[in-house]
């Protein structure tokens, strides 16, 4: 038996298998494509979309407008409070009744004063700034805890009865585990899964669901402060499990909300779920103001261990595990003081308009009608598509001038001048002091990492979270901050890029900075 993966065994490297692949056809051999090559992304510097650096530039120049309005009246101001105090206004004034021309002068005060109103009016309805207040990640049940030996017995208990159940646990345990980058120590699976009393059924599925929900609201209502009946936005997002009531309505019940609280249950949008739920409380917050969102990022994994043959849908019974995250957001002014971050940008990109990016994560039955989700072996190269897509409109937003000249002078010698060269690839390093990367398994982050240019220790959140709690989907990158909360590595002043994937297929990014140096312990780390 091959020894599982074991902490060294989640540093950057090759994900190629050991053994050489067998000749046969047999099942092992077959699964080649998926874990027997290295991972990797498309190379970025092929090519960059220039449609959507406009884009990014379109964010930029938004409020360019407002802006210049803005510093020319400060302008104004600052003068004309430089003639009062030297007099001069008032012997403009004199020299207005001497000459009688009072009247342009009266206009004159009066544009002035509508220009001031015009600067308070724009100053109280520009958007309202958001604020992460705090957030936290779950550590689950210790019972829950699964190791690589009970994780055997799992497969085989729940394979039992199928003709290559020796193949299936040999491609589980020794192939896909040894290279997942988590660890054989054990990571959470929930009692619907390790309990061979029990069955994935609803009533278990919702047993989870209860445990990881109201365990993450209590402990950030603690953290907070806050009651109940101060939440006025409430967002639940869990791909794979949308029982009724939702899960956003069992919250409500469960802690006695408001009967005018607003809710919303996503559904079904895969890991970078997280991100997109951030993006809806942003919207919400700008039009309620003065206002608490609570949001909750999880998936359900009872109802979604897959129990059948097909290579490319077993894979996710290696990596996914129980997790989840609560965020508190809120608008109020008075928050920025006691917040640790303050939301900048969010980026969403969609490829779902792509067929082969639309399929390429997809739930299904298999050819012997039990459900799974399947990954197709083009899933990175789709995911590096996106990644581009996403980081070439995020780019203007963030990067300092120094790169974004030196990238708009290579873009004008590649379009206007023809010269062959490569597409420079801006250093995000310069742009963000850490690294939320999903931890959708190692050969992501070894692809990302590769491709952004990444340090060890810049990528090492990624990596922590991946052996430590699997892939725990929309919620992981929570787990990565946390993690560098944890060690005292966040400073004031720093910004922080969360980069998620999701079936669709969607790459979103959050840009965050740091409102004060965070040292916050956190009981999962």
């Given at each position: 038996m091959?020894?599982p ?8 490297g090759?994900?190629s298998e050991?053994?050489?692949p067998?000749?046969?056809g ?7 494509p998926?874990?027997?090559r290295r991972l ?8 960059v979309?220039v ?14 407008l407002?802006f210049g309005?803005?510093v ?8 004309l409070l ?5 007099g001069?206004?008032?012997?403009l004034?004199?020299t ?5 021309v009072q009247?342009s002068?009266?206009?004159t ?5 509508a ?6 009016a ?17 550590r689950?049940p210790?019972d829950?805890?699964?190791n690589i030996?009970?994780l055997e017995?799992?497969?085989n208990?729940?394979f ?6 020796e ?5 589980m ?6 290279n997942?980058g ?9 009692p619907?899964i390790?309990?061979f009393?029990?069955e994935?059924t609803?009533e278990?599925?919702?047993k989870?669901?209860?445990?990881v929900m109201?365990?993450?609201?209590e402990d950030l209502?603690k953290?907070t402060?806050?009651g109940?009946?101060?939440?006025d936005i409430l ?7 949308n029982?009724?009531?939702s899960m956003t309505a ?5 802690f006695k909300m408001r009967?005018?609280?607003q ?8 890991c970078?779920?997280?991100?997109i739920s ?7 917050l700008q ?6 969102a609570?949001v909750?990022?999880?998936?359900n994994?009872?109802?979604?261990f ?23 957001l809120?608008n109020k002014r008075?928050d ?7 939301l900048?940008h969010?980026?969403?990109t969609?490829?779902?308009?792509d067929?082969?990016a ?11 009608g ?5 990954l197709?072996?083009s899933l ?10 996403n980081?070439t409109?995020?780019?203007p937003l963030?990067?300092p ?6 990238f ?5 010698m590649?379009?206007t001048?023809?010269?062959k ?16 990367i999903?931890?959708g ?12 240019k990444?340090?060890?220790?810049l990528?090492?959140?990624?990596r922590?979270?991946?052996f430590h709690?699997?892939?725990t989907?929309s ?6 901050l946390a993690?560098?909360?944890n060690e005292?590595q966040?400073h ?8 998620a ?5 969607k790459c979103?990014s959050?840009?965050w900075?740091?409102?004060?140096t965070?040292?916050?312990p956190?009981?999962?780390w």
């Amino acid at each position: 038996m091959a020894s599982p993966a074991g902490q060294n065994d989640y540093s950057s490297g090759s994900d190629s298998e050991q053994s050489s692949p067998g000749s046969d056809g047999s099942f092992g051999s077959r699964i080649l494509p998926l874990v027997s090559r290295r991972l990797s992304l498309p190379d970025f510097r092929a090519d960059v979309g220039v449609k959507y650096v406009k884009v990014g530039y379109r964010i930029v120049c938004r409020n360019t407008l407002a802006f210049g309005i803005l510093v020319g009246l400060m302008a104004i101001g600052a003068q004309l409070l430089s003639m009062a105090e030297s007099g001069e206004i008032s012997n403009l004034w004199k020299t207005a009744v001497q000459t009688q021309v009072q009247s342009s002068m009266v206009q004159t005060i009066g544009c002035s004063v509508a220009l001031a109103f015009g600067l308070a009016a724009y100053i109280f309805a520009r958007k309202s700034p958001v604020y992460l207040v705090d957030f936290s990640v779950l550590r689950p049940p210790e019972d829950w805890r699964v190791n690589i030996n009970k994780l055997e017995d799992i497969a085989n208990f729940r394979f039992r009865g199928h003709k290559r159940t020796e193949e299936l646990i040999d491609f589980m345990i020794r192939r896909i585990h040894k290279n997942a980058g988590v660890t054989s120590e054990g990571t959470y699976l929930p009692p619907g899964i390790t309990d061979f009393t029990q069955e994935a059924t609803m009533e278990n599925a919702r047993k989870e669901s209860e445990v990881v929900m109201f365990t993450l609201v209590e402990d950030l209502l603690k953290k907070t402060g806050l009651g109940p009946k101060d939440i006025d936005i409430l967002i639940v997002n869990c791909s794979l499990f949308n029982p009724t009531p939702s899960m956003t309505a069992m919250i409500v019940n469960k802690f006695k909300m408001r009967s005018n609280i607003q809710t919303y249950n996503l559904s079904g949008m895969g890991c970078s779920a997280g991100v997109i739920s951030v993006n809806l409380a942003k919207d919400l917050l700008q039009y309620h103001k003065n206002c608490n969102a609570l949001v909750v990022s999880f998936e359900n994994i009872t109802q979604n261990f897959y129990l059948g043959t097909q290579k490319s849908m077993i894979i996710p019974n290696m990596l996914f595990r129980v997790g989840g995250a609560a965020s508190l957001l809120s608008n109020k002014r008075k928050d920025f003081w006691r917040a640790k971050y303050q939301l900048l940008h969010v980026v969403r990109t969609h490829k779902g308009a792509d067929d082969a990016a639309y399929n390429c994560v997809f739930q299904q039955e298999d050819p012997d009608g039990v459900v799974g989700v399947k990954l197709d072996k083009s899933l990175m190269a789709i995911a590096g598509e996106a990644l581009k897509v996403n980081i070439t409109t995020l780019g203007p937003l963030v990067l300092p001038i120094s790169e974004q000249l030196k990238f708009f002078y290579n873009l004008v010698m590649r379009k206007t001048f023809k010269v062959k060269m490569k597409a420079y690839i801006p250093d995000f390093k310069k742009a963000f002091d850490h690294f939320c990367i999903h931890a959708g398994g190692r050969g992501v982050i070894d692809a990302l990492q590769d491709n952004l240019k990444l340090t060890d220790e810049l990528a090492r959140p990624s990596r922590k979270a991946l052996f430590h709690y699997g892939n725990t989907s929309s919620a992981s990158i929570w787990y990565e901050l946390a993690w560098s909360e944890n060690e005292g590595q966040v400073h004031y002043g720093d910004r922080v890029w969360q980069i998620a994937f999701g079936s669709g297929f969607k790459c979103n990014s959050a840009v965050w900075q740091a409102l004060r140096t965070v040292d916050t312990p956190h009981e999962a780390w």
